[in-house]
Nanobody, 113 residues
Framework: QVHLVESGGGLVQTGGSLRLSCAAS????????MAWYRQAPGKQRELVAN???????NYADSVKGRFTISRDGIKNTAYLQMNSLKPEDTGVYYC???????WGQGTQVTVSS
């Protein structure tokens, strides 16, 4: 059974940085697309970034130039480096394997103004 566990969330001031991690167990995701989503209070869940097996990345316009997604196939872990954080980045961040509809439990990111 696939198990995704996010970590690294927290409270940070505007302009600060956080690095989220997503550790996968029960599944080798090295050959599949891995994604980060977020859900802000009162809003729908949205795609933040994804990364393919070959390392091709895709970002939401709102985070381009500030966030970086990466993956480590040996550690079976994905990362989201978030810099220059803004209050509108606040939300619960989830990692996912979209092709099998597997999701982590989420980690809270709060950016104070």
């Amino acid at each position: 059974q696939v198990h995704l566990v996010e970590s690294g969330g927290g409270l940070v001031q505007t302009g600060g940085s956080l690095r989220l991690s997503c550790a996968a167990s029960g599944y080798k995701f090295s050959g599949k697309i891995m994604a980060w989503y977020r859900q802000a209070p009162g809003k729908q869940r949205e795609l933040v970034a994804n990364i393919t097996r070959s390392g091709t990345t895709n970002y939401a316009d709102s985070v381009k130039g500030r966030f970086t997604i990466s993956r480590d196939g040996i550690k079976n872990t994905a990362y989201l480096q978030m810099n220059s954080l803004k209050p509108e980045d606040t939300g619960v961040y989830y990692c996912a394997l979209p092709h099998i509809d597997a999701w982590g439990q989420g980690t809270q990111v709060t950016v104070s103004s």
